[in-house]
């Protein structure tokens, strides 16, 4: 179910110099560019439930504690087309209002823009969870909706 709404709402990316990350309510998404033709031998990825280390051809990329725990054993990695590392983190706290501000402590934080929007999708995944026959896809959150309720009067328009 969450893959169809996943789809449907797309996603909200926090931009990097090395390329970007994105989360829903159960997982972190890394998509790190590395340069064409990497064969799978010259990365080297340590993922623990409160660190991440990427480094490709000797060189680091990404290094440091994770911003909140993950479950250790259910992260994985990827080499796409030679040139896209993809690494999935499951996130140890799959609440819905547990939205990073941050990849990892004091690093690639989302500007506030960003993670207002990364909270907003969060919150309509999870709205999407509660009532699986309604189709959030199209709603748009406003005002506060940390404390109040969303305001869904936009659907169906």
Not at 17 to 22: K, Q, S, V
Not at 46 to 67: F, M, P, R
Not at 133 to 154: C, E, K, L
């Amino acid at each position: 179910m969450s893959v169809n709404f996943d789809e449907r709402s797309g996603t909200v990316p926090c931009k990097t110099p090395w390329g970007e990350w994105y989360q829903t309510m159960e997982e972190v998404h890394i998509d790190v560019r590395v340069p064409p033709g990497t064969s799978a031998k010259e990365i080297k990825c340590t993922l623990s439930s409160k660190y991440l280390a990427l480094s490709v051809k000797g060189t680091e990329i990404l290094k440091g504690k994770l911003y909140d725990s993950t479950v250790s054993d259910e992260g994985t990695w990827t080499l796409e087309d030679k040139k896209l590392v993809c690494i999935v983190l499951m996130k140890s706290n799959r609440e819905a209002g547990n939205c990073w501000s941050s990849l990892l402590d004091g690093q690639y934080n989302a500007d506030p823009l960003v993670h207002d929007e990364m909270q907003k999708k969060l919150t309509l995944e999870r709205f999407q969870r509660e009532n699986p026959g309604f189709d959030f896809s199209g709603a748009d959150i406003s005002g506060n909706y940390g404390g109040g309720g969303p305001d869904f009067s936009n659907l169906g328009k």
